[in-house]
T-cell receptor
Framework: KAGVTQTPRYLIKTRGQQVTLSCSPISGHRSVSWYQQTPGQGLQFLFE???????NKGNFPGRFSGRQFSNSRSEMNVSTLELGDSALYLCASNRGGEKETQYFGPGTRLLVL | QKEVEQNSGPLSVPEGAIASLNCTYSDRGSQSFFWYRQYSGKSPELIMF????GDKEDGRFTAQLNKASQYVSLLIRDSQPSDSATYLC????????????FGSGTQLTVLP
């Protein structure tokens, strides 16, 4: 079974620009969660999507948004980029059922200049 | 108080020794507990999950959970240099394992 794929793997943007990151979960997984990882704040939950609906949202500003498509692929968007948005953005594919488990993709490393 | 706390380390153990990693959490309602391993520059890799009090063993890894003490630990037996990584403890939030709260991680170095 193929793992979680994320594109692009690396990205350089400048302040004020916007960026869209993509994630394809493990086949059969219908839920996707997004996290931001920085040296200072660690891993922080952004949001979770299931069946094209956002079910949970972390404590991030409205500049961070996402969506999910009918094939479970998900995108997240960050508008008006700030220097502090430089981070590793991780997508997690969620195995549901009685023992839910998250499997992370390789991540997208975003650098904002 | 942080919701999930780990000793940041670094923790160094000699090759072949047992590495013990500890984690405490504040939400008594948490039901799902996970250990992830993260190599430098890579994404977290799930190595263990535990839902019930007691021990769960998988190869050289043993996860231990004590809900009364709000404590979860990971033991790595016969540590190898390839085990050198940051170990992240994660706990489910709001009843869902799709939204995890992570500790800051413990950096482990296994010395040859």
């Amino acid at each position: 079974k193929a793992g979680v794929t994320q594109t692009p793997r690396y990205l350089i943007k400048t302040r004020g620009q916007q960026v869209t990151l993509s994630c394809s979960p493990i086949s059969g997984h219908r839920s996707v969660s997004w996290y931001q990882q920085t040296p200072g704040q660690g891993l922080q939950f952004l949001f979770e999507y299931f069946s094209e609906t956002q079910r949970n949202k972390g404590n991030f500003p409205g500049r961070f948004s996402g969506r999910q498509f009918s094939n479970s692929r998900s995108e997240m968007n960050v508008s008006t980029l700030e220097l502090g948005d430089s981070a590793l953005y991780l997508c997690a594919s969620n195995r549901g059922g009685e023992k839910e488990t998250q499997y992370f993709g390789p991540g997208t490393r975003l650098l904002v200049l | 108080q942080k919701e999930v706390e780990q000793n940041s380390g670094p923790l160094s153990v000699p090759e072949g020794a047992i590495a013990s990693l500890n984690c405490t959490y504040s939400d008594r309602g948490s039901q799902s507990f996970f250990w992830y391993r993260q190599y430098s520059g890579k994404s977290p890799e799930l190595i263990m999950f535990i839902y019930s009090n007691g021990d769960k063993e998988d190869g050289r890894f043993t996860a231990q959970l004590n809900k009364a003490s709000q404590y979860v630990s990971l033991l790595i037996r016969d540590s190898q240099p390839s085990d050198s990584a940051t170990y992240l403890c994660a706990v489910n939030t709001l009843g869902s394992a799709r939204q995890l709260t992570f500790g800051s991680g413990t950096q482990l170095t296994v010395l040859p």
